[in-house]
């Protein structure tokens, strides 16, 4: 017998769903101290198929309790990727002051019409619930935002404009992002478009994302639009590319030509923030695969999970910005420490010290930018390589080798990463184990890569490499087990 969420591969503290297909996270919301996680679900295989809105609460993001399903096909289509909004003032006439509406914002895709050659272009429709989530009920007037021009034409993101008193719905239109405003959620008013010409177009924009930050360690604040990308992602397959810039209430423009990606790993994908959060902090969650491989993955009950939640901010690393993400705060709580240590690895040889939970665990290390290779060794000889790059200014990822690869070809390809402006050289690595992922921050979420991995038994030994003709002097070793 195995147990409830024991299944191998079982992640034990990222979300995934209890079984069958999940993808993006919709709806991200939090109301009366509840974090909503809405996800991209089809309950009958774990393949995509016709989606529902699976769901899930939490008081800390960290701890899920499934839900039953929130939204189901209705007539108008099938329910893609969305928001979800709390309407303070009743704009929308859905509930009322005393009571006021979640309302979730989606796309509905009409497969039939698709099948049947027809016009398949989406259209966004809304549900509310006046139960804090526990159910929700179909708009009669659905759907909300026609749309005969473009086939693909989805993944509402919407929030309240303060300085416009206003509701504000970013949306993707194939190869760029369009704004639209409304009074009450319900009859939405186009009003600009960005991105045709900037950033990167190897696949459709998905799941776009706009909001503010301040700049750390300023009084300067920025708007942030994140775009989601398959295929054309820089390891291939699809990732997530953002823009910095500025939105005027009506327009979003940013100087910035060039893609910057939010993550460099494979598996990081979709992703986006909580409206409505305690204390503005953006918090952001990704769906963990890729469409690449995504149906092939080595799991039968689910498949896929969520990234760990984290915490977005924007800082300036000489001269430029750059959106840094890094697990929220509340992930300490989870930590249980095994060692504390530090090591020196002598020219053209190696360290190893052992890992008692390897399958959840945090391992924290300080390392110069050298010929070193990180390796998450287990005793079937299983190994997970990060190998610094200091020629090329590069972080491979090598899963080729890590455990169960060869359900996808491009699934053992190197993965790497520009690290660039390091400014004093040292890397600050924060590396998340989970029983199939693999999460690496360096220098408190300057650079992220996530990636999936299956190996067939825990990771127990973490083994350091020196290729350089100088001893190095690794600092700060760290190992956490990660609790449940
Ligand atoms: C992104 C995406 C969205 C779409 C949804 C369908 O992964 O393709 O654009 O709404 O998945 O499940």
Redesign the pocket.
């Known amino acids: 017998e195995i147990g409830y969420y024991e299944e191998p591969f079982r992640p034990q503290y990222h979300f995934s769903p209890p079984e069958k297909w999940m993808?993006?996270p919709n709806g991200l919301v939090y109301h009366q101290g509840v974090y909503h996680l809405f996800y991209?679900y089809y309950p009958e295989d774990i393949v995509?198929g016709p989606?529902h809105w699976g769901h899930a609460t939490s008081t800390d993001l960290l701890h899920w309790e499934n839900k039953p399903i929130a939204l189901y096909p209705d007539e108008n289509g099938l329910i893609?990727?969305g928001s979800a909004v709390i309407d303070h003032e009743n704009t929308s006439g859905l509930g009322s002051e005393e009571n006021p509406p979640l309302v979730a914002i989606f796309?509905y895709h009409d497969m039939e019409k698709e099948k049947g050659g027809g016009n398949d272009h989406q259209i966004q429709g809304v549900a509310y619930s006046l139960d804090n989530g526990e159910t929700f009920t179909m708009y009669e007037g659905n759907p909300v935002l026609l749309n005969s021009e473009f086939r693909d034409f989805?993944?509402p993101k919407v929030f309240w404009d303060e300085d416009m008193k206003h509701w504000v719905m970013a949306l993707v239109a194939g190869d760029h992002l369009r704004l639209y405003h409304s009074d009450n959620l319900l009859e939405w008013t186009y009003m600009s478009r960005f991105g045709e010409d900037q950033g990167a177009h190897g696949g459709v924009w998905?799941?776009p994302d706009l909001f503010e930050l301040q700049v750390e360690g300023t009084d300067e604040k920025k708007w942030v639009l994140l775009i989601?990308i398959?295929p054309g992602a820089p390891n291939g397959g699809s990732g997530t590319q953002y823009f910095v810039g500025d939105f005027d209430g009506i327009t979003f423009t940013s100087e910035q030509q060039e893609a910057k990606w939010l993550d460099w790993g494979t598996d990081n994908?979709?992703g986006v923030t909580y409206n409505n959060t305690p204390g503005d902090e953006r918090i952001f969650i990704g769906w963990m695969s890729n469409?690449d491989y995504a149906r092939d993955t080595p799991t039968e009950v689910w498949r896929s999970a969520m990234t760990l939640p984290r915490k977005l901010s924007l800082a300036i690393y000489e001269g430029e910005y750059t959106l840094v993400n890094y697990p929220i705060e509340g992930v300490a709580d989870l930590l249980v420490e095994e060692k504390s240590l530090k090591l020196q690895v002598p020219a053209g040889g190696e360290v190893s010290t052992e890992l008692n939970n390897g399958s959840q665990s945090r391992i924290h290390f300080t390392s110069p930018m050298e010929d070193l290779s990180f390796i998450l060794k287990n005793e079937s000889g299983e190994v997970l390589v990060l190998k610094l790059d200091p020629g090329q200014g590069l972080l491979n990822l090598d899963r080729s080798a890590s455990g169960l690869v060869d359900f996808k070809e491009t699934f053992g390809r190197v993965q790497q990463m520009p690290l660039e402006h390091l400014g004093d050289g040292e890397l600050e690595f924060d590396i998340f184990t989970d029983a199939s992922s693999i999460e690496v921050f360096i220098n408190k979420g300057q650079f992220a890569m996530t990636a999936q991995v299956f190996p067939t038994e825990p990771y127990s030994e973490l083994l350091i490499s020196n290729q350089g003709s100088e001893p190095v002097e690794i600092l700060q070793v760290e190992v956490h087990a990660v609790n449940r």
């Open positions: 993808n993006d991209q995509w989606m893609f990727s796309t989805r993944d998905e799941c989601s398959n994908y979709a469409w």
